[in-house]
């Protein structure tokens, strides 16, 4: 049998650079040899979000770009976490075996309390026992995620296997599967490329929109004239030509050390490099922003062949705690 994938992603809108060479693209190319679930986790997003107006856009416009990126609904399971109702039970159950002491010491808890401290939910404290449901409940084997999320993987484990150990082999233990591909810096040169940061260039812009991006990027300060050699190694305009022509990379690193290409010549070209990789991309979004309802039923068709799963094991589960 083909192992089980299961992912998750917040709606966070209109995906970045960093979200396509760090998770999409592995996503996609995981379709030709795992059964695969991408879930949009919006139940999740409750924990920080005060303000939930632009939930709804933010969940169309990230599956939009799921799709466009290859993410395919006749391979895959695509669904959003909150059509899929059977999750919160399966959470609340699995909280009676999850010791409160292992979610405190959770390293993404304690900094949301630092970040949050006006809004330190319950939520917030359950959020990765929820992770833990939204994988099992599929009985998922394989979980694609960053480094960050490690934590919440262990823990997973050990509630599976808390669980295991009362009531009976049920879930697989789910293991983690690192994307390979290193940090994607922001326009800023020092941050992760985030949204919240403001540094990122979004997959969706217009070719002019991104080389009006990428002008404002950072690049080696030692380098104020054009006459300056730059160095390359502390420039993070050089790192993306890196993802995008890591062919050229030796020559333009020659050329910035001996000042022979400026700046703005370099920029020119690495926007001009990214527009080219996600001609196909953008050519695609276009043509599924222009049909609304399709984004729509891909969902509630994921939903529903979702629900049949998650039924199956809510029926084990329940017998197995003693609930029916
Ligand atoms: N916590 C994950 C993140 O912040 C999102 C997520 C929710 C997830 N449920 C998941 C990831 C299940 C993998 C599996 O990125
Ligand atoms: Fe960076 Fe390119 Fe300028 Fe060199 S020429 S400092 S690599 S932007």
Not at 28 to 38: F, K, T
Not at 245 to 267: M, T, Y
């Amino acid at each position: 049998m083909k192992r089980r994938i299961f992912s998750g992603a917040r709606p966070t809108g209109r995906l970045h650079l960093g979200n396509y060479l760090g998770a999409l693209q592995n996503w996609v190319n995981l379709q030709s040899n795992y059964d695969c679930i991408y879930c949009v986790v919006d139940i999740h997003a409750l924990t920080t979000m005060e303000d939930t107006s632009s939930l709804q856009k933010n969940i169309h416009d990230m599956v939009l770009d799921w799709l466009a990126a290859g993410l395919d609904p006749r391979k895959s399971i695509l669904f959003v976490q909150s059509h899929v109702p059977e999750v919160t039970e399966l959470h609340t159950l699995l909280s009676m075996v999850t010791p409160l002491s292992w979610l405190l010491r959770v390293p993404t808890f304690k900094e949301k309390v630092k970040l949050q401290p006006q809004n330190v939910n319950y939520g917030l404290v359950g959020y990765p026992v929820l992770q833990t449901a939204d994988i099992v409940l599929y009985k998922a084997d394989t979980v694609p995620v960053g480094e960050d999320q490690l934590p919440h993987l262990e823990l997973a484990r050990e509630i599976v296997r808390r669980f295991n150990n009362l009531f009976g082999e049920t879930f697989p233990e789910p293991e983690a599967k690192l994307t390979s591909f290193p940090l994607v810096l922001g326009l800023d040169g020092k941050e992760k490329m985030s949204k919240q940061m403001g540094n990122d260039i979004e997959l969706a812009l217009s070719d002019e929109e991104t080389l009006a991006r990428v002008m404002e990027a950072v690049t080696d300060p030692a380098r104020r004239y054009r006459d300056d050699p730059g160095h390359p190694e502390v420039c993070n305009v050089f790192r993306l030509h890196g993802y995008f022509s890591p062919f050229a990379q030796e020559e333009l690193a020659e050329n910035c050390r001996a000042a022979k290409i400026g700046c703005v010549d370099c920029k020119q070209k690495l926007a001009q490099e990214i527009n080219t990789t996600l001609k196909a991309f953008r050519e695609r979004r276009a043509v599924l922003a222009a049909k609304p309802q399709y984004v729509k039923d891909v969902l509630n068709d994921g939903a529903s062949r979702a629900r049949v799963t998650a039924r199956e094991t809510m029926r084990e589960v329940k017998q197995k705690v003693g609930l029916l």
